[in-house]
């Protein structure tokens, strides 16, 4: 019996290669997508890179955004936001995991730019940075006109066409800077700068042509509207087409609806001044000739009136002569007057002459010594009169003098003066002081009664 032999089994695949052709079948048919969900499980290590789960109630796909795209999100995200991601469906080989590499996020609903566009137009409305009150006239003949904006964009070249249009001769100064992309917001802050040092221009253009909301975003920049705000120059805001609004159109004082409208409306038009100037001229002309014509009719007039220059002149020597003999004689008489008040002024030097008031002071002084000397004589001696007359008196009531009697002064060491004998007893010391002289003695007895009493002995 013959065994059949087993059929050939098709070559097995390796995972390695059943993951590559699944990714590459996923790549093929989902080019780009947007998904809406809650983001969970959010992580942002140190590379950079963002790894989330996006759900909703039923299924979840992991997605990942990697650190150059994720620095376009203005806002990052969050456990539990819903955003819409847009990005590309592959297959993550190594693990198996079907993924989402994000390109873009935003919040769900109202778009992120529009909502960053009116959070800052509603902060910047209630500082008043809109009122009508702040912004700066734009003059109606500028003299220099200033332009930010690409050098190589549509809205430089729309701006110069129009004012070599119509006023070709307002010089104009292109300050560069990018209008798109991260870089373009700090740019157009430096060139706002750059105009105000450089002082030649008068008012300053700002803008670019028309694009998407992400495309005109450096003008809903807050720094740069704090940049046109600070401006000392007039600026008018030329963003976008007609139905395009940024914040610049608002901070700006004019906004204009487009780059060309800008220039329109700076630049007066230059064949209607070259009308007004043809007028103007035609009846300027007109006034001259009127004025020519009355000028000749006064010339004509006066030339009637007119006198002979000569007898002008022979008249205007006689008043020459006429003022000069005056002067002479004016002159001598001051001259005379001046002489007298001289003649006065040496008298009533030599009477105030500092030598003859030395002599009268000297001789006053002489006076005034003997008149001194005379009263201190007179002084000094009624002086000694009157010491002599006291020393008289003084010595009647002296106890010298009582004592010149033959009284003495009894005293003690403990006692200056005794008057009461009972004071002593035999024994003391005693001293006694005559007229003349000191007498120590010690008392041998006392005899109260045969001594007389203290009024007694009191010097009289």
Known sequence: MDIPSPKPRARALS??????????????????VWVEGEISSFSRPASGHWYFTLKDAKSQVKCAMFRGNNQRVRTPPKEGDQVLVRGKVTLYENRGDYQIIAEAMEPAGLGALQQ??????LKLQSEGMFDAERKKPVPTLPKHIG?????????IHDILTVLKRRCPGIPVTLYPASVQGNAAAGEIVNAIQAAERHGVADVLIIGRGGGSLEDLWPFNEEKVARAIAACSLPTVSAVGHEVDFSIADFVADFRAPTPSAAAEHLAPDQSAWIRTLEQQSSRLEGITRRLLARLQEQVSGLGGRLRDPRRELQ??????????????????????????????????????????????????????????????????????????????SLQ?????????RGYAIVSTRRQP???????????????????????????????????????DIEPS
């Open 15 to 32: 995972v390695s290669e059943l993951n590559h052709q699944v990714r590459h079948l996923l790549e093929v048919s989902f080019l780009q």
């Open 116 to 121: 960053a566009f009116d959070a800052l137009k």
């Open 147 to 155: 332009v930010i904006t690409s050098a190589t964009g549509a809205a």
């Open 315 to 392: 008249n205007h020597h006689q008043r020459l002569d006429d003022l000069e003999s005056r002067l002479k004689s004016s002159f001598a008489q001051q001259l005379q007057a001046r002489s007298q008040t001289l003649s006065q002024q040496q008298v009533r030097l030599a009477n105030q002459s500092p030598r003859r008031q030395l002599a009268d002071n000297r001789n006053r002084v002489s006076q005034l010594k003997e008149q001194l000397f005379r009263e201190l004589h007179w002084q000094l001696n009624e002086q000694r009169d009157r010491l002599g007359h006291a020393a008289q």
């Open 396 to 404: 009647l009531v002296s106890p010298l003098a009582t004592l010149g």
């Open 417 to 455: 003066v005794i008057r009461d004998a009972s004071r002593l007893k035999p024994g003391d010391e005693i001293n006694a002081r005559l007229g003349h002289g000191n007498i120590d003695a010690t008392v041998t007895a006392i005899h109260s009664s045969l001594l007389p009493s203290d009024d």
